[in-house]
């Protein structure tokens, strides 16, 4: 299985999809935006005009979209992949997007032969570059070992975690605990302030301790420097917040801290700030409390 079609490539499917070129394989890849598709094309893939088309020249499909819309699109629409597969293929949909819309476009895949596996991240753009994502798959253990050996290309871990939609649920488990952990480092920081603590000091003195977290290392220095440029932006972690909060009400989980994220996260959207990297939490505190976390330089 040599040739990966690679679909949706930004800031985070572009490097993955140039790891896969690197280490060897023929990657079809595609966006709809052209601009991203001839900056694989630089680097060594040959482009596709389509969904369709990539189907048609591949033998794994990968996808990294935006949401469950766009998976779907892509999918099972108009010259989507739909249209070019052939059964025996896999297509593994690396997007964040909601558990049911994974297990309903498998479905659809499966009337065709094809194996729908969801492979969400997590790790982000420096993760993506380095190869060391953490991958959590959905699907049977023999569509996981057909592709894990493509996926430890991206990858630092490769855990398969349950059948189809298994990936994205754990995934929206992932979402929860970096979203109120983010904003708990701002919360704290801005007391830590406002008490008159320089905030990069407490930073120094907690980072070894039971506070230590990734979210605490990766965000707290973007909080000092005020350097919110994604990174992961605040529009695609309240996507999988809104996809949280509609399993939770499917599911009757109530989910108090998220629910709080996801208002704050409303609110900086409003402001403008959609494209801020989620780290840019703080600048909710930082309105709501008319402090800067900025150290002067
Ligand atoms: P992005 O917006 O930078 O990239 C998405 C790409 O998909 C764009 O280039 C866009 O043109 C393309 N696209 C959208 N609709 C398309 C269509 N119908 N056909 C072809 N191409 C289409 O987003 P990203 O940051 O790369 O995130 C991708 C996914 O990975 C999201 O689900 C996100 O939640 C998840 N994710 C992102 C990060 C991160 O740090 N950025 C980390 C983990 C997971």
Do not use: W
């Not at 309903?104 to 596996?117: D, I, N, P, Q, S």
């Not at 480092?185 to 120094?204: H, S």
């Not at 230590?212 to 990766?218: F, N, P, R, Y």
């Amino acid at each position: 299985m040599k040739r990966i079609g690679f679909i949706g490539l930004g800031l985070m499917g572009e490097p993955m999809a140039i790891n896969l070129v690197k280490a060897g394989y023929k990657v079809i890849a595609y966006d709809r935006n052209p601009e991203r598709t001839e900056v694989l094309v630089q680097e060594g893939a040959t482009a596709a005009s389509g969904p369709r088309e990539v189907a048609q020249a591949s033998d794994v499909i990968i996808t990294m979209l935006p949401n469950s819309p766009h998976v779907k699109e892509v999918v099972l629409g108009e010259n989507g992949l739909i249209e070019g597969i052939r059964a025996g293929q896999y297509v593994v949909d690396m997007s964040s997007i909601a558990p049911l819309v994974a297990q309903e476009v498998a479905e659809a895949l499966a009337e065709k032969g094809v194996t729908m596996l969801d492979a969400p991240v997590s790790g982000g753009v420096e993760k993506a570059r380095a190869g060391t994502l953490a991958v959590m798959v959905g699907g049977t253990e023999e569509a996981f070992a057909a592709v894990k050996e493509i996926l430890e290309v991206m990858a630092g871990s490769v855990t398969l975690v349950g059948p189809v939609g298994a990936g994205q649920t754990t995934k929206l488990v992932n979402q929860m605990i970096v979203a109120s952990n983010i904003a708990i480092v701002a919360e704290a920081m801005t007391l830590g302030k406002k008490a008159g603590v320089d905030p990069e000091r407490i930073f120094q003195a907690i980072r070894g301790g039971l506070a230590a977290s990734q979210c605490l290392e990766d965000k707290a220095p973007r909080m000092f420097s005020g350097n919110f440029a994604p990174g992961f932006r605040i529009s695609l972690h309240a996507k999988d917040l809104a996809n949280v909060i509609e399993t939770s009400q499917d599911l009757h989980v109530a989910i108090p801290l998220t629910t709080q994220v996801m208002q704050m996260m409303q609110a900086l959207i409003n402001d403008q700030h959609e494209d801020v990297d989620h780290g840019g939490l703080a600048l909710f505190y930082e309105k709501m409390n008319s402090l800067s976390l900025k150290q002067e330089s």
